[in-house]
């Protein structure tokens, strides 16, 4: 799990970031990202609507298999920005970690916030 300062807290600022944030899309995530100059550290949410899976226990297990994910990249990510994470399909419960992974990567890739050596 990330730690307290590293998530979102409240609802405006994810008003904040759907509003005014880049949207990157895949298969099973979409991926919203905005610069943040207000913080030191970048924010991460992950979404998991009930259209998407009807059960909470597979609701939090898809969130915290991509948190997981996330936990991993946010060092090699360079700047600070908040990162909306929204799983748009309940094949995550079931997906390959190293395609989840790869799917990640790739759209943190497009949104090139990567440092350079990554």
């Known amino acids: 799990m990330l730690k307290k300062q590293l998530r979102f807290h409240g609802h405006g ?21 905005v610069p943040n100059f207000h913080r030191q550290e ?12 009807k059960s909470a226990v597979g609701r939090n297990r898809m969130r915290r ?10 060092p090699h990510i360079a700047g600070t920005y908040d990162i909306v994470v929204i799983i748009t399909s309940s094949e995550v419960l ?6 989840l992974k790869s799917t990640l990567h790739g759209l943190l890739g497009q949104a090139s916030v990567y440092k350079e050596s990554h």
């Not at 079931?94 to 395609?99: E, L, P």
């Open 42 to 53: 970048a924010r991460v949410a992950v979404v998991v609507s009930k259209k998407t899976h």
């Open 13 to 33: 600022s994810l008003r904040y970031v759907y509003k005014n944030a880049d949207t990157y899309r895949s298969r099973l995530l979409t991926l919203r990202i």
């Open 65 to 74: 298999r991509v948190y997981e994910l996330l936990r991993h990249e946010l």
């Open 94 to 99: 079931t997906a390959n970690a190293d395609d």
